[in-house]
């Protein structure tokens, strides 16, 4: 069993930078995939960016390579997505996720968080 809790999220104005932090309780966290994910009022949850156990692999979607960057550390069992050059359009809910597999699709993912707003204000 794992537990997650995000944290870091606020509004800011576009161009700026966030840190969203998601803390994991047990003590396998450092054999989990973590994904990070998104939901837009009204729209679906999608996913962002997922790093592997070791840290050695990650994984973003298309708007976020080169804006995003997820890390992990697995001694404080805590995993990061820093957020540069924001834009409007990344105002959601983020979520934190672990998967035992390596994965990108938000049904592979067994545990979730409770999200943090990300506002975006133009």
């Known amino acids: 069993q794992v537990q997650l809790v995000e944290s870091g999220g606020g509004l800011v104005q576009a161009g700026g930078s966030l840190r969203l932090s998601c803390a994991a309780s047990?003590?396998?966290?450092?054999?989990?995939?973590m994904g990070w994910f998104r939901q837009a009022p009204g729209k679906e949850r999608d996913f962002v960016a997922a790093?592997?156990?070791?840290?050695?692999?990650?994984s973003y979607t298309a708007s976020a390579k080169g804006r995003f960057t997820i890390s992990r550390d697995n001694a404080k069992n805590t995993v990061y997505l820093q957020m540069n050059s924001l834009k409007p359009e990344d105002t959601a809910v983020y979520y934190c996720?672990?998967?035992?597999?390596?994965?990108?699709?938000?049904?592979?993912?067994?545990?979730w968080g409770q999200g943090t707003q990300v506002t975006v204000s133009s």
């Open positions: 996720a672990a998967s035992e597999t390596i994965a990108t699709r938000a049904p592979q993912y067994d545990y």
């Open positions: 047990g003590r396998t966290f450092g054999s989990y995939t």
């Open positions: 790093i592997s156990w070791s840290g050695g692999s990650t």
